[in-house]
Structures are given as C-alpha cells and as structure tokens.
C-alpha cells in the first residue's frame, strides 16, 4: 500500500503555474491550469502537454524476454516488430483484468511495458515472480519521466523541436533518438483522440524540457481535460471501466485477448466468450448537457439494467457522454435507456464508442 | 471579487436587490472552485422555498453542487441564456451570470445574510 502521496518530478513546475492539484492513483497531480474547456478544446485545436510521469515503465531484457512477456500479456507480442507497440491486458487466472498496458519492443529481446499510476506497485508484484531467472527486469518510473504532447499540431512542433522529421512515424510505432547526449524514446500513442506523441526522457531533464515546450507555444492541459478527452475517445479508464471483476469480454476488448499462444487468464477469457458475458460496455449519449456519474444506475422498461461508469459534459460534442455497462441484450447502439442520477432523470442513447478520433 | 451592495451566504450565493426583486447568483469564489460550469438546472418559475431549500443546481465536469435559497422566496424569473451558455457564470458571475430573479422574499431574513466584509471573513478564515 502507499502510505504517502508522491509527487512527480514536474511538481514544481505545476505549481508555478497555479494548477490546482488533487490525488490520482496515489500521485499529487494537476487536474487544471486555465480550466478543463479551454484545456480540452486546446487539444483538439493545436497542441497541449500532459504530465504522466506518475504512470509506471517496466523494462525487460535478455533472450527469455519475449518467452516471458508473452506468458503474461494477453496481446500477440510474438507478431510485433522492433519499434512498434501494442495494447493489451494483464489478466488474472480468472480473467480478472488486473491492468491494461502498452507494450513496447525495441528488439526481441529489449522490451518495455507501461502500466497505470495506481497498479503499478500491484503489477510489479504479479510481475516480477513469474519472469524467471534469466529476464532482467527494472522499473524505471523513478529515474524516468513521461510527457504527452498530443493534439493536430503535435507532430509538427515536435518535428521542429527534436530535430527529427515525425510526422510520417505511423499510429502506434515509435523511435529512439538522441538528445544532448541522452536517449529518449518518442511514441505515436495517447489518450486523448489526437494524432499525438508520447515522450519517455530522464526524470531530471523533464522539468527543462517541460519549460522548453512552454516557451514553443505548448499549453498544460491536466487530468481533467485528460478525462473529457478520453471519454470522447471511446478509450477506458482502469479503474471505471475496467477492474478486476471483469474480463475483456465484458468491455467487448476481446480482440486483445484472444491470441493462440498461451498466457495466465487465456482459458478464462475463451470460456466466457464462449458461454457469453452478462452484460458489456457501451457508449451512451444525452440530448443536453447534465452529465451522468459513475454508479447512476441504468434502466430500461422501468427496470435496472445497467450502471454508468464514466460520465461528464462532452466539450467536443456539447452534449454529455459516458461509459455503462449493460445488459447484453441492450447493449446495442440505438437503444433508448432512462439514466437515475438523484434527480430529473436522463434520456439517453447507447452508441457506439469512439464518438470522437482524430488519431489517423 | 466581492462587490459592494450584495448579500452573501456561508455557501457563497449572492443575492442583490433589484426593483422590488432579488437578482440571485453565485460568487467569484464560488465559480472559480467549481471550474468550468457545464449544466445548470434552473428552477421553475413559481417555485417556493423556504430559507434553505434546494434551489437549483450547477454542473462542472466533475460535480453537481446544490445552491440554495437564501431566504424564502418565490421564483419570479430564470436566466434562461444559461440553459446553452452555463460558461457566463464563469466569465461574469455578478452580471451577465445571475441565475434567477425572486419575489415575495422575506425581508427580515435577508437582514440576516452576510455583508462584503463578513462575506470576505467567511473567505478569508476558509483559506487560512
């Protein structure tokens, strides 16, 4: 368990800019500097910056690396070639999703995996006892930091500012480059719907290079943005859409888990694809702006049917949006549902997700 | 951001006399602690509450927070701009950002509503 609330290594750099801060995933994060609307519509726009230093970085090494990983990670690691990365879970032997990832690979037998805030300490711990002797294993969240500069104009600034062209670097490849003599790792991934970069570089340069975006005309956008963007993205959140009481069935992300090849949760992942899962995740849309929150309950014909996970004002859509799990019998997009939320109670629409991608 | 000829409550409303009517809306400080409002669900006209009643409610991203009645009061009118512009809250709480008018209101409880200076205590002993 963490005892304490850590801080990453662009915290001062968040208070100099008067962002107002709360805890994530037992991290001192900025929710938002200006305000979450202008923040997200940024993004959307031009080009914004994400401090995501408290995610975790797992490296692995050695020829047993890929054997290893490949046990573990529910994704085909074995189709991936050198510089490209994959998303994919980390299932308990029941299916439970314990956490989703990315994988990276750099060869076949150097590989990185990046792991959410607040599993990173519970992944380690699964990790690590079943790598064996001979998988050199180092988590590096400490000494390495993370920044994400995401948005229609991302490339092209970073283009400019790493003196490297990125512009043609495909969806979900990515490249190491050098940098006054240290290696940095830049990746065509996000969160966020955006064409858009991820950037791995040394926790003690990361303020400095922070402070160099600034100055290169990159706005901070904070978790709250983050959240809004997300959402509309159709991307899930550990935590909200995805625990450890649900299998990648559930989400409707079988697609992740469904390699030949052996890994822990797989004979649990096929047995509920085959028996069928209870209830799945789907999108959902109201005609106005009052959000639905996580545990709204869902009804359908006056009865409960489903419960929200994630839900808020979409500034993109100008209309509110979430995440539900429902009964697999409604959850189709097109099905009218009726949303508690202790008040007037919402209309909505289930959809399906993204209802919002700009990635391609 | 506390305008003098306002009352004020402990849950940072603020109420201004206005041609017989009271004009009622949220504060600076309030706005500002909310973030971005998204939603707001005004109440019907002909509403009646006593001093403390639910009112309305706003919307930010992350949150619905209840406001109000300062005093019993019956609702005579609603900033119905707000219903596709929730933002002038945020961009002129004490102008353009007024969220509804009341009539017949108790004069005797707005006696009881916080000036600009015990408004400014009440923040200021907050922050401390």
């Known amino acids: 368990m963490t005892t304490s609330i850590r801080q990453t290594p662009l915290f001062a750099c968040h208070q100099a800019l008067g962002a107002r801060m709360m805890e994530f995933g037992g991290w001192m994060m900025p929710v938002q500097y200006e305000g979450i609307q202008s923040e997200h519509l940024a993004t959307r726009t031009a080009v914004t910056m994400f401090d995501t230093c408290h995610m975790g970085r797992f490296y692995f090494s050695g020829a047993r690396a890929l054997e290893a990983l490949s046990g ?9 070639r050198d510089g490209v990365c994959r998303y994919g879970f980390l299932l308990r032997e029941d299916g439970g999703i314990l956490d989703d990832v990315i994988a990276y690979r750099f060869d076949a037998q150097r590989w990185l ?6 599993a990173r300490d519970k992944d380690r711990d699964w990790i690590v006892p079943r790598l064996g002797a001979e998988v050199r294993f180092e988590d590096a969240s400490d000494r390495q930091g993370k920044l994400d500069i995401q948005g229609p104009r991302a490339l092209e600034l970073m283009s400019a500012v790493l003196n490297r062209d990125l512009t043609a670097l495909g969806y979900f490849r990515f490249i190491s480059l050098n940098r006054n003599g240290e290696s940095i790792v830049v990746s065509r991934t996000g969160y966020t719907g955006e064409k858009g970069l991820e950037v791995y570089l040394g926790a003690d ?15 901070p956008a904070g978790l709250g943005a983050r959240d809004t963007l997300r959402l509309e993205a159709g991307l899930p959140l550990y935590g909200h859409e995805l625990s450890e009481s649900l299998t990648p069935v559930e989400a409707g992300m079988e697609r992740y888990a469904s390699k030949a090849e052996d890994f822990i949760g797989r004979a649990a992942v096929a047995r509920r694809l085959a028996a069928g899962a ?38 993109t859509l100008q209309r509110a949006i979430g995440f539900a799990y429902a009964e697999t019998p409604l959850a189709t997009p097109g099905t009218r549902v009726t949303i508690e ?20 | 951001m506390i305008p003098e000829g306002l009352y004020y409550t402990k849950d940072h409303e603020w109420v201004r006399e206005d041609g017989g ?22 109440p019907k006209t002909g509403k009646v509450c006593k001093a403390g009643d639910a009112l309305l409610v706003v919307e930010s991203h992350k949150a619905a927070s209840d406001v109000y009645a300062p005093v019993a009061c019956t609702v005579a009118a609603v900033n119905q701009a ?13 102008g353009k950002g007024w969220i509804c008018r009341l009539k017949e209101w108790d004069r005797e409880g707005l006696k009881s509503l916080l000036t600009p200076e015990a408004y400014r205590k009440l923040l200021a002993s907050e922050s401390a």
């Open chain 2, 82 to 94: 707000l219903a596709d512009a929730p933002e002038q809250i945020n961009q002129d709480p004490y």
């Open chain 1, 278 to 315: 209870a209830r799945r995740l789907c999108g959902f849309r109201t005609d106005g702006r009052q959000a639905a929150r996580a545990g709204n309950r869902i009804l359908a014909d006056g009865r409960e049917a489903g419960i929200v996970t994630s839900g808020s004002y979409a500034p």
């Open chain 1, 113 to 118: 995996l990046v792991v959410n805030a607040g």
């Open chain 1, 72 to 80: 573990l990670v529910s994704q085909d690691l074995r189709g991936m």
């Open chain 1, 341 to 360: 939320t202790g008040r007037a109670p919402l209309e909505a629409e289930l959809v399906r997700m993204p209802l919002y991608s700009a990635v391609k």
């Open chain 2, 21 to 42: 009517e009271l004009a009622l809306g949220i504060t600076h400080h309030a706005q500002e602690a909310l973030g971005d409002l998204t939603y707001v669900e005004l």
């Open chain 1, 205 to 219: 340069r990361i303020a400095a290079f922070w402070d160099e975006l600034l100055r290169a005309g990159v706005k």
